[in-house]
Structure formats: C-alpha cells, structure tokens
C-alpha cells in the first residue's frame, strides 16, 4: 500500500483575527470593512461589558485576537474601565490593545492616556495610520 503524500505546506494559515469595540455602529461599520479587505476576521462589540464577555471567556484561547480596537468614550463600561478589568485579569492582552477616541485632551482622558501606555488612534484617523499602527500591535 503506498504511503499517503506528505500533507502539503500552501495549506491556508488561520485568518487573524480583530475585536472592534465603540458604541458607533457607522465606526465599527468601516473598521470591519477595512479589516475584511485585508482578509481579517473581525468580531464587533457595542461596549466595553460586550467586549469583555468575548476577552474574558474560558471557553476561548488568550490569543483570539490579534488586535483589539476600543473607543475610549462608551456607554456601560467606557474603554478606560475596559482597560482597567484587563490589566487585572488579563494583562497579557494589554499589548493587543489600541485605543481610539476624539477627546485626547480632556484632563481624564489625557491623563489616562499617558499612564495605559497604549498605542492611541485619535478621531478622525486616517487608514494609512490604522494600517501602520495594526501592523506595529500585530506584527502584520
């Protein structure tokens, strides 16, 4: 009986992955376009509780996501507090972490800003500064 071919090396590698957080369904509309176009998986959530759910389950491995974007200003739970729960549950995901908001100067928002530490995309942001940044984050 011959022996089966080896298995071949142009098998398709897992798509990576990105976790799109902001309350603005018009803003999570065009991140996922923009990461479908490059061949991502995308997943959306409308708030930070939304979001956690997804980066906190047990049933999921840590690394699901290549990169996950939060807008700092949301309903609920805001990307600050987003931030805050990671950084003691999961800090390793921190590093995934990109920040987008259109109120960097804000004295809350600037002083947080300067403490997470975090890559920030501030609103309106143009897609050659998301494509460099996600690649910085993911190592694309």
């Not at 803003?27 to 990461?35: E, G, H, V, W």
């Amino acid at each position: 009986m011959p022996e089966p071919p080896p298995p071949s090396r142009d098998t398709p590698s897992k798509p990576r992955r990105a976790l799109l957080v902001d309350d603005e369904p018009v803003i999570r509309f065009a991140l996922r376009r923009f990461f479908q176009r490059q061949g991502w998986a995308v997943d959306e959530a409308e708030d930070g509780h939304a979001a956690l759910a997804l980066l906190l389950d047990d049933e999921s491995p840590k690394d699901r996501y290549d990169v996950v974007i939060t807008d700092l200003r949301m309903p609920g739970l805001s990307g600050i507090e987003l931030h805050a729960r990671l950084e003691r549950e999961r800090p390793e995901l921190l590093r995934k972490l990109i920040l987008s908001t259109g109120d960097a100067v804000s004295p809350e928002a600037a002083a947080f800003l300067r403490r997470a530490a975090c890559p920030v995309l501030s609103k309106p942001f143009e897609l050659a500064e998301l494509r460099a940044m996600v690649e910085r984050v993911a190592g694309a």
